[in-house]
Structures are given as structure tokens and as C-alpha cells.
T-cell receptor, first 114, second 112 residues
Framework: DADVTQTPRNRITKTGKRIMLECSQT?????MYWYRQDPGLGLRLIYYSFDVKDINKGEISDGYSVSRQAQAKFSLSLESAIPNQTALYFC?????????????FGPGTRLTVL | GDSVTQMEGPVTLSEEAFLTINCTYT??????LFWYVQYPGEGLQLLLKATKADDKGSNKGFEATYRKETTSFHLEKGSVQVSDSAVYFC???????????FGKGTTLSVSS
């Protein structure tokens, strides 16, 4: 079983709709991240959380919100989706310990906003 | 601010050719450096890393050396295979556990 899972894997929605992307992990990591990937732009950080009570904005947080429901779950919401939020979204985790900088990525959610 | 610049692709090679993908960074202090690989339809996987100057990361025949004097972390492989076709991302992290800063990615296509 995958250590970091994302649901859904693909989603098509319309402008103005509220969308939630979910991420779960079984690695026991405290730290979780949401990135978006756009062609030619690499990955950019949306939000990150170092524990359940800690939420931080990343480089491109406008138009997004997050919820850390438990250590293992970190959800990303688009309050009112717009077409330029069409992208591939990745969740990642990292833990304190031997390799604290290493991040483990989920398989991604491909979101299309029409 | 911190940034990572890597060579633009796509890079197209024949099997068994030598690969270099250039990566330079801008950051204060001593960041950790990473190469991630993304195979088609999949998420990112850590390929190799280096946490201090002159460290060499290596994995699956790929190597990269942390060069503080040139702020570089170039990825190399002596003989590529078709299965190496993927997108490669260079990234840095300034502090343990903080978010990664990625380059834009380089697409590698290897033909037999």
C-alpha cells in the first residue's frame, strides 16, 4: 500500500465550485505539504503544516485553504475554483529524524476547472 | 530569495549516452540539495541528495556533487537507459523539514 495517498486522482469541475482534495499518510510524519505543478513552472508550495495545530501559507496560497484534521490527514480546498487553478496537485510529507529534509510525495491529483 | 535554476529541456539521448543536467542555486547559508524524478503518471521520488559542500549523492547510477564554490549540483549518469525517461527536478531546502524549492524540471527522453 502507498504511504501517501491522494483522493481523487482526477477531477473535473466548473468555475465557482468548491473543491476539496484529500491527502492521507501512513508514514507517521508530522509535516505535510501541498504543492501544485504547472508545465514549465516546476512545483510551487501552497500550504504546509508542521503539526495538527500549525498551518502556514506557502508561495501561492491565494484562493486556497487547508485543514489538518489529524496527524495523518491534510486537505486542500479551493473555495471558488477558477480555470487558472487547473493543475496537478501533490501532497508530501516529511518527518523529524534521520532524513528530516527528505519529502515523500503522493501520486498527485489532476484537477481541471472548466 | 532562494531559487533553483536548471537547464531547460527536453533532453533527448540515445541509450547508453552520457547524461548531464545542470542545476545551480541561490541561497544563503548551506542548504540541502536534492534531485527528484517523476516518471510518467506518477508522483515525485527522491533520486539522490547531499547535505553539505563536497558531498556526492548517488543512486541507480546517477551522481551529483554539491559544489559550494559554483553553487551547483549537476546530475550525471554515465550510460542512460530507456527506463530513465522522466522529468528530473533539482530542489533545495534551507532548513530541516522546511518546504522544498524546486527548479522547473528537465524532461529526459531516451530512445533505443
Amino acid at each position: 500500500d502507498a504511504d501517501v495517498t491522494q483522493t481523487p486522482r482526477n477531477r473535473i469541475t466548473k468555475t465557482g465550485k468548491r473543491i476539496m482534495l484529500e491527502c492521507s499518510q501512513t508514514k507517521g510524519h508530522d509535516r505535510m505539504y501541498w504543492y501544485r505543478q504547472d508545465p514549465g513552472l516546476g512545483l510551487r508550495l501552497i500550504y504546509y503544516s508542521f503539526d495538527v495545530k500549525d498551518i502556514n501559507k506557502g508561495e501561492i496560497s491565494d484562493g486556497y485553504s487547508v485543514s489538518r484534521q489529524a496527524q495523518a490527514k491534510f486537505s486542500l480546498s479551493l473555495e471558488s475554483a477558477i480555470p487558472n487553478q487547473t493543475a496537478l496537485y501533490f501532497c508530501a510529507t516529511s518527518g523529524i529524524g534521520r532524513s528530516p529534509n527528505e519529502q515523500f510525495f503522493g501520486p498527485g491529483t489532476r484537477l481541471t476547472v472548466l | 530569495g532562494d531559487s533553483v535554476t536548471q537547464m531547460e529541456g527536453p533532453v533527448t539521448l540515445s541509450e547508453e549516452a552520457f547524461l548531464t543536467i545542470n542545476c545551480t542555486y541561490t541561497a544563503t547559508g548551506y542548504p540541502s540539495l536534492f534531485w527528484y524524478v517523476q516518471y510518467p503518471g506518477e508522483g515525485l521520488q527522491l533520486l539522490l541528495k547531499a547535505t553539505k559542500a563536497d558531498d556526492k549523492g548517488s543512486n541507480k547510477g546517477f551522481e551529483a556533487t554539491y559544489r559550494k564554490e559554483t553553487t551547483s549540483f549537476h546530475l550525471e549518469k554515465g550510460s542512460v537507459q530507456v527506463s530513465d525517461s522522466a522529468v528530473y527536478f533539482c530542489a533545495l531546502s534551507r532548513q530541516a523539514g522546511t518546504a522544498l524549492i524546486f527548479g522547473k524540471g528537465t524532461t529526459l527522453s531516451v530512445s533505443s
